[in-house]
């Protein structure tokens, strides 16, 4: 396994050096306004050499926020986006442009769209098997990146659910909480902030042992971590046992079932 082709988002800005020594030296950092779900970290205080996140669904506002930021952003390595808006805001820069949306990265021809037309490369969708990350990886156009290890994020909207549930409930209003469902075993973690509610399976998916397989044909190896240590990660990637295999070995219930 190549710890240089890990691509990890931080946390705290001490995880840097600690990841350091273990040999991962490729960093993705939320940004205040334009990032959600993960910590985010003032943009002046991210490395040169670093990938920034921008997974909002942006307003004319934050569009314009983000044309304000331009040129500051352009000492970065390269920027992992959703909106559309970012790709066309930023195309005209050196920076790495990767798309992210979880739920459409699940075929080459849409991957291949983006790579032809500017994208340096697009990070495949963990929610499809592994026969179908074969097939996106064997026929991409370029090296792509492949989601390993996270939470996987179910579901992200503007609005502020909690507090509302909160105000409607006559409960004190909390940023984070666990929901326990009714008919299963199956628990979400869900956040807040002023831009939305993001919610994720509480569990963590683990698709390390995909590492070997594809280390020619990948660009990074994409961790997402959301409350682990720098520990937890090191003995994860040292083949300890944790999480599970999300969707690799079942399909995916959000594909149309006409395709299958």
């Given at each position: 396994?190549?710890?240089?082709?890990?691509?990890?988002?931080?946390?705290?800005?001490?995880?840097?050096?600690?990841?350091?020594?273990?040999?991962?030296?490729?960093?993705?950092?939320?940004?205040?306004?334009?990032?959600?779900?993960?910590?985010?970290?003032?943009?002046?205080?991210?490395?040169?050499?670093?990938?920034?996140?921008?997974?909002?669904?942006?307003?004319?506002?934050?569009?314009?926020?983000?044309?304000?930021?331009?040129?500051?952003?352009?000492?970065?390595?390269?920027?992992?986006?959703?909106?559309?808006?970012?790709?066309?805001?930023?195309?005209?820069?050196?920076?790495?442009?990767?798309?992210?949306?979880?739920?459409?990265?699940?075929?080459?021809?849409?991957?291949?769209?983006?790579?032809?037309?500017?994208?340096?490369?697009?990070?495949?969708?963990?929610?499809?098997?592994?026969?179908?990350?074969?097939?996106?990886?064997?026929?991409?156009?370029?090296?792509?990146?492949?989601?390993?290890?996270?939470?996987?994020?179910?579901?992200?909207?503007?609005?502020?659910?909690?507090?509302?549930?909160?105000?409607?409930?006559?409960?004190?209003?909390?940023?984070?909480?666990?929901?326990?469902?009714?008919?299963?075993?199956?628990?979400?973690?869900v956040h807040e902030s002023e831009y939305g509610t993001v919610i994720f399976n509480n569990t963590y998916f683990n698709y390390t042992s995909l590492m070997e397989k594809y280390d020619s044909k990948i660009m990074y190896y994409l961790i997402l971590n959301l409350d682990l240590s720098v520990d937890e990660i090191k003995n994860i990637l040292e083949g300890g046992k944790f999480g599970d295999d999300g969707f690799l070995n079942k399909k995916t219930v959000y594909k149309m079932a006409e395709y299958e």
């Amino acid at each position: 396994m190549q710890m240089s082709k890990i691509l990890i988002n931080i946390n705290e800005l001490s995880e840097v050096e600690q990841y350091e020594k273990i040999g991962i030296t490729n960093f993705l950092f939320a940004i205040p306004k334009l990032s959600i779900g993960y910590k985010e970290i003032p943009i002046t205080d991210i490395p040169d050499s670093s990938y920034i996140l921008i997974n909002r669904v942006l307003s004319s506002e934050d569009v314009d926020y983000l044309k304000s930021i331009k040129s500051e952003l352009t000492r970065f390595k390269g920027v992992i986006y959703e909106d559309i808006a970012v790709f066309n805001i930023l195309s005209d820069t050196s920076l790495e442009l990767i798309w992210f949306q979880n739920h459409f990265t699940t075929n080459y021809e849409s991957i291949n769209y983006w790579l032809d037309n500017g994208c340096s490369s697009a990070i495949i969708s963990n929610e499809i098997t592994e026969s179908e990350i074969d097939e996106i990886i064997n026929k991409s156009h370029k090296k792509l990146i492949l989601n390993v290890l996270g939470k996987n994020q179910i579901m992200y909207s503007r609005r502020t659910l909690l507090s509302n549930y909160n105000k409607h409930a006559g409960i004190d209003n909390v940023n984070d909480c666990v929901i326990d469902t009714i008919n299963n075993d199956t628990t979400f973690f869900v956040h807040e902030s002023e831009y939305g509610t993001v919610i994720f399976n509480n569990t963590y998916f683990n698709y390390t042992s995909l590492m070997e397989k594809y280390d020619s044909k990948i660009m990074y190896y994409l961790i997402l971590n959301l409350d682990l240590s720098v520990d937890e990660i090191k003995n994860i990637l040292e083949g300890g046992k944790f999480g599970d295999d999300g969707f690799l070995n079942k399909k995916t219930v959000y594909k149309m079932a006409e395709y299958e």
